[in-house]
């Protein structure tokens, strides 16, 4: 069965986030174009005598290490798939910002199917990998294929799209988390009573991507969730202030949030604008991320 395999895996921000009304099934149809930033989890796992959890890491304590885990959840689905008793240790380093908007939940889960699936040499295509992955949540497959893509449906259905360039961001992040159904039910309660427009992908954002000009995409970002965000935190106006004033060319919130996000004209402009929000006491710390970044990658196997 062979010895441990280490899966890196990168955070996401949404460059766009357009969200429909409420479905029957309670999801939104969405159309969420995805960018991988370089922030990272490593996720290893190793054969064990049961199915077990640890994290590492300054957030550590916030993450669940039981069942509910994405990454115990993403063993136990691959090995129900196989017939494979899904019996290993998975430990999670972690430094994308838990709860935050970024998918650090999802990126675990990403990762640890995939490094399950290499630890068991399943011989898994790519196709059932990715629906492995959209069964476990909405972000989970963008996590597995990184690099940029727009997501429809309730944002499993990927399209990669193409990156012209390299694009530098701040991302501050905020004390404590918001639960993105939390922010799914603001959003409804906001919008009830009005009607709200079928998500569509923004051609001038896509464009910008594909040309890599980084003032264009800081014209066209744009979140849906992001009033619905602000009304449930609204200190992160402050933090959204903060960055603008000290050179930013745009800031949003990053998904769900709580986590704001803020485009930079390039590598320096990026460390002056973490500098200035570290120092505005509106945010715990600021990270400065450089995208597009790749998907899941395995980078150690033992044998
Ligand atoms: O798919 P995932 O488990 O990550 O979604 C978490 C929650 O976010 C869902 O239970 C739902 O409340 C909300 N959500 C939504 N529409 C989406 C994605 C997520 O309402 N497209």
């Not at 069965?1 to 939104?28: E, S, Y």
């Not at 727009?150 to 988390?177: I, K, M, P, Q, S």
């Not at 929000?277 to 995208?291: D, F, I, K, P």
Request: hydrophobic letters at 45%; a negative charge.
């Amino acid at each position: 069965m062979g010895g441990p395999v280490t899966v890196r895996v990168p955070a996401k921000v949404n460059v766009q986030l357009a969200v429909g009304g409420a479905r029957p099934d309670g999801f939104h149809d969405l159309a969420n174009v995805f960018l991988a930033v370089g922030l990272y989890d490593e996720v290893t796992v190793t054969p064990s005598d049961s199915l077990r959890i640890t994290c590492s890491g300054p957030d550590a304590a916030q993450v669940p290490l039981d069942a509910t885990n994405l990454a115990a959840r993403a063993a136990i689905a691959l090995g129900a798939r196989y017939g494979i008793a899904p019996d290993v240790h998975i430990h999670i380093a972690k430094d994308i910002p838990v709860a935050g908007g970024m998918a650090g939940g999802s990126a675990d889960g990403a990762a640890a199917l995939l490094a399950c699936d290499a630890l068991w040499g399943t011989g898994a295509s790519r196709t059932e990998l990715l629906a492995l992955c959209a069964e476990l949540g909405s972000d989970v497959p963008f996590s597995l294929v990184g690099g940029a893509a727009l997501g429809t449906g309730r944002g499993e259905y990927l399209t990669a799209l193409d990156v012209g360039g390299d694009f530098h961001w701040v991302f501050a992040v905020a004390d404590g988390g918001l639960s993105t159904p939390a922010v799914y039910a603001e959003f409804d309660r906001l919008t009830e009573g009005t009607a709200v427009p079928d998500p569509v992908a923004s051609t001038a954002l896509l464009d910008a991507l594909r040309t890599g000009d980084a003032t264009a995409l800081a014209g066209a970002v744009t979140n849906d969730l992001q009033p619905a965000a602000l009304s449930l935190r609204p200190s992160l106006a402050e933090t959204l202030a903060a960055g603008t004033a000290a050179g930013a060319l745009a800031g949003l919130v990053s998904g769900s949030g709580p986590t704001t996000a803020f485009l930079t004209k390039g590598a320096d402009s990026a460390e002056t604008v973490a500098t200035a929000l570290r120092e505005s006491g509106t945010c715990r710390t600021a990270r400065v991320a450089g995208a597009p970044a790749a998907g899941a990658t395995v980078l150690a196997r033992g044998v």
